[in-house]
């Protein structure tokens, strides 16, 4: 263990100072003289922005075939995205011609360079992925494993837990390299030239750090390694402040390797002996954690997505090892069960189900969801019509189910569903309401043959555990502390095991072909950020851009609500004297992209908690249903 981790720093650590974040973006704009449009044609919507990308080359928000904007309508193809940047490279492989699946993977070796805290190569991730030809959604699973040789005390230390984020015992095998080159070989059009050479040039050139890539540089000097803070600073040794252009060599080179030999130059030979390297000089026990046969045995899984019926929509996730796309169709199922369109959007009847209906479904998340390689999850179970109903119906206006004397809810039995509940004891997985805004990235992409996808990328902590391979430029992740600290547990970590995500990549099917897609970073509060986007979009009938921008809670087994700015006095005072803890102010809960899909339109949205960027490609024309071959085989 080197000296720069201090084991007294918990996994609660306050990374994120998201304080300021109005002043900060301003000064940004000031800085960089970027422009902050009003102009988003098509939209109608009154605020809809955007904000002047002049780091991606043949790329323009003025260009009459982009619109770009907080919520902008086109034709030609669409992308929403955390990243102004990444959404215009992307949208100009739309403008090429490119699919839905070649302009995700140019947005995610994008982000990796220009949001290097959120996600990368060195972490992993899970995407959901609608192929129009085919008529077929599959997921693709990159999430990270823990190493062959892990057992259920990886964390016990000294007698003690700790799941240090900063240790080797925290990094799983990244997935995300992996997970590119899957979707582009086995979907994409283009060649992995064309789609990582964007991403090389700005890391080799130069581009523009915002105000929240600023941000998470200056608020995680405690963890970053020298490797880190010398990619984060200027020639003179001064951290990157917002408006000065970064570059990474670092990571140019290491993509050029990738782009020359594909996963392999990734996962064997010489950037693989040099992670395998940092994550053992990190580690408590090198026997434990992951090495170099680990990362040569890592694959991605393709999988079928976990369904459930919905009013007349199908509601379609990652399922295990994600809990996040379970939880929300167990949700959304029981709000429909509870009438939850009678009331209107900003009531107390209508926020009192929403948490009732969270306390129930996150303690049965606590109680039976874990990786399904080694655990028997009873998802039919959980997502059938009779346990919902029951669950439902233990639900009241003027009381709540969260048992008194209780620090948590009960999980119910749902083989079972009016037995009396289990024994409940959930590991002492310790939350971060702070993380409630990010951490990870979700982006989605959209083109006019009706190909989809919906990615929810992450490193864990902003940051990740803080390390970066020395001459690699990328942040290594700290996925395995979503492993439960505590053995016994459906989450407890095993050898090879993938610990559990809240990650919730969605989409919502009519008729088997996407009409909206969703998605959010932030941790524990994702599930609740992505399925109140669904909610508001399908139930109260609200456009892309309000879906995200209604006011929100996030709430779990614990209990104890988060709400976001907007949720009325008088519900808040009445949800209290109903039983239910609220926080004194209000926070942001999670960042949603999302994209609704009709025969004529595509219209995106991007959270304007932060400087998300929707863009759309007017060009093309709407040519849906028609697919388009995948073009596989499209070599390097
Ligand atoms: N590691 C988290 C998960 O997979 C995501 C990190 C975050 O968004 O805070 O659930």
Known sequence: MTDDIDPTKEIEGRDIDTGGRQLNRRRFLELTGV????????????????????????????????????????????????????????????????????????????????????????????????????????????????SQDATPDLYLHEGEYNQNIQTGEAMGTPGTAMALETLREEYGTMSRQRLINPAIKLARNGFTVDWFLAEQIHGNTHKLNDAALETYSDDAGNLYEAGDTMTNPDLADTFEIIKREGPDGFYEGPVAADLAATISEYARDPDQVVDEEDLANYDVKINEPVRKEWYDVELVGQPMPSSGPTVIEMMLRMLEFLNIGDYDVRSTEKYHLFAESMYSCWADRMAYMGDDEFVDVPVDELLSDAYLQARADQIEFGTTVFPENSSTMYPGDPWNASAKPPDFNPSEKLFDSAAAIGNTTHF???????????????????????????????????????FDAEPGGPNQPNGWKRPLSSTSPMMVLRDGKPEFTAGSPGGWSIPDATLQAILHRYVYDQSPLESITEPRLYTHHYGGITWSEGVPDGARDTLESWGHSLNDGPSPVGNVQVIAI???????????????????????????????????????
Not at 445 to 467: C, H, L
Not at 473 to 481: R, Y
């Open 35 to 146: 422009s902050a449009g009003s102009l988003a044609l098509g939209t109608g919507s009154a605020t809809a922005e955007y904000q002047e990308v002049t780091d991606v080359g043949g790329f323009s928000c003025e260009h009459p075939q982009f619109n770009c904007g907080q919520e902008v309508s086109a034709a030609g193809g669409m992308v929403s995205t955390v990243d102004p940047i990444a959404a215009g490279v992307a949208a100009r492989v739309l403008r090429e011609g490119g699919t839905a699946f070649d302009a995700a993977v140019a947005l995610q070796y994008t982000l990796n360079v220009t949001q290097p805290h959120g996600s990368g190569i060195g972490g992993g991730g899970f995407t959901v992925v609608h192929e129009a030809a085919s008529g077929t959604t599959e997921v693709i699973d990159s999430r990270e494993r823990a």
């Open 444 to 482: 989605t992409t959209v083109d006019r043959w009706g190909n989809a996808v919906s990615w929810t990328s992450t490193i864990e902590r902003f940051m990740g555990s803080g390390k970066m391979v020395p001459g690699r430029g990328f942040m290594i992740n700290n996925e395995l502390t979503d």
């Open 598 to 636: 009709d025969d004529d339109e595509l219209t995106g949205a991007a959270d304007p908690n932060r400087d998300g960027q929707a863009v759309g490609y007017t060009g093309g024309g709407r040519n849906r249903g028609q697919g388009r071959d995948r073009g596989r085989g499209h070599g390097n």
